[in-house]
């Protein structure tokens, strides 16, 4: 993939698309489900064993380099600011770990969405009658385990 330049003579940011959904009328591929990057990194992280520097990480997420460095220094700041990834100096850089799996950046998201709800009673409400009978059960067992 070419690399665009930019009026500075640096590469333009470009973000690769990832195909979630096939798109309807298949002639433009579907762009990145929000926060789908931040998970992926977590879990490449997660999966390493080893801290990793922003350029390791990158080229795990994506092989190909389409990917801009910067923008995985950017998502693995943000996982940092949310406590989701420590870091140690390495040199002019940082090596990351993550201290939490994709399921708790998710669990993170869904608490700052019922945080900025000043009806919690009515999204809780919302939320559990629109689960999957599956999913109800398992909110149940769970929420039985706080009983005991």
Known sequence: MPRRLGAAGRPVCTIP?????PDPAGDQPSRRLPGSLAAEVLRRLSESGSALTPGQVRDLV?????????TIVTTLTRLHDKGMTTRV???RSFRYS???D???????RMGRLLESEPNRASVLTRFVDSLGA???????DLLGRLDD
């Open 134 to 140: 599956e999913d109800e059960r398992v909110l149940r």
């Open 17 to 21: 698309v990832v195909t979630t959904e």
């Open 89 to 91: 100096r390495d040199g």
């Open 62 to 70: 994506d092989p190909s380099g389409g990917l801009s460095y910067s």
């Open 102 to 108: 994709p399921s708790a950046l998710t669990a993170w």
């Open 98 to 100: 993550a201290t939490a």
